[in-house]
């Protein structure tokens, strides 16, 4: 009897670890991709568009009230979220929105609209595995959290700068907000204290910001210099700082492949795409020509595959990543300012 007990014992041991470990292995939502769409923000053109996946061909699309900007997409892949940032730019936006659309992917329409007011300017969208929603709205140095289920703020999370993009850890338990040049550090988010808990220090400002899928690291670009600096998220310091070859400023974004092995950065200012080894960053990394204003990155399902959305010229690059070149260029909408396969 105390044999059989013990198996049994042992057994659901075994069940738990591997539950444990199943949840934890849940893929960052932040990261995503598919095959079932791609999606692309024509923030230019004032439309959302859809590609199929495997042409690289556009199905259709969808006119939305205001120029849309960045894109986050649920962890269940049937809902998108694409912020109405305003009529304009970062420091020179003079009327800004104050919603979000709210996409049914596999319908291809809009399901609905997030007011999030008092607060202005939404724009850099997160999600985390909780099914929870998160805007850093610059105008009003927040960063909200959202339950897009109800459509309701839960928070309204002071950042002490005008943070224009975060990076929500994957299990949603901090973000990392980037204050551009209005603040010289990166703002570090409790979300289950829901407060601001610390800075990383960012002598020359940030630009992008990006988590690793496993939430381990931040990769935050220096807004002058062209390099990046790696956060380790247990302690919020910087523990690496990686030279970016070829640029003359610092890239515009960073984005990691979902399986954490690759790691991209697109330049605006100078037409370029760095690809690293995400496990090595000091490897050797490629350099590529790409088109006019790199903005957004967006990484296949078979990990053979990067796009890149050239905002000022109304193309994507093709990055063939086993090769690491640039294999075609398609036109696409206006300008494009991110993408993702879903």
């Not at 960012?202 to 990006?210: E, N, S």
Request: glycine share 8%.
């Amino acid at each position: 009897m105390n044999s059989m007990r013990n198996k049994t014992c042992a057994v659901l041991i075994v069940l738990a670890v591997a539950a444990v470990s199943v949840i934890s292995a849940a893929p960052d939502p932040n990261n995503p991709t598919g095959t079932s769409g791609l999606i692309m923000i024509d923030k230019r053109g004032g439309y959302v568009r859809f590609f199929d996946p495997s042409t690289l061909k556009e199905i259709s699309s969808l006119r939305t009230e205001a120029p849309p900007h960045e894109l986050a997409i649920s962890a269940d892949h049937k809902t998108a979220y694409v912020p109405l940032y305003g009529d304009g730019v970062y420091g020179n936006n003079p009327n800004p929105g104050h919603k979000i659309v709210v996409i049914d992917l596999p319908a291809r329409k809009i399901s609905g609209t997030i007011d999030v007011s008092p607060y202005l300017a939404p724009h850099g969208l997160q999600v985390d595995n909780n099914g929870l929603l998160y805007a850093s709205c610059d105008t009003s140095r927040k960063l909200l959290v959202i339950d897009p289920k109800s459509g309701k703020i839960q928070a309204a999370i002071d950042t002490e700068g005008t943070g224009h993009w975060s990076a929500v850890l994957p299990d949603g338990s901090k973000a990392y907000v980037a204050n551009k040049d209005d603040r010289t550090f990166v703002s570090v988010i409790d979300l289950k204290a829901r407060k601001m808990v610390g800075r990383v220090p960012m002598p020359k400002g940030t630009q992008g910001i990006t988590a690793s899928p496993d939430g381990k690291r931040v990769i935050a670009i220096d807004f002058i210099d062209p390099k990046f600096y790696v956060v380790d998220t247990t302690s919020d310091k910087i523990i690496d700082t990686v030279a970016v070859e070829k640029n003359t400023i610092g890239p515009f974004r960073a984005r990691y492949s979902p399986d954490g092995g690759t790691l991209i950065t697109v330049n605006h200012m100078n037409a370029l795409a760095n690809v690293f080894d995400a496990r090595n960053l000091h490897a050797p990394q490629k350099t590529l020509t790409v088109g006019q204003q790199a903005f957004g990155i967006a990484y296949s399902a078979d990990g053979k595959t990067a796009l890149v959305s050239n905002h000022g010229d109304g193309t994507i690059s093709v990055i063939d990543l086993t090769k690491n070149q640039v294999s075609k260029t398609f036109t696409a909408g206006t300008g494009i300012e991110t993408l993702a396969y879903y």
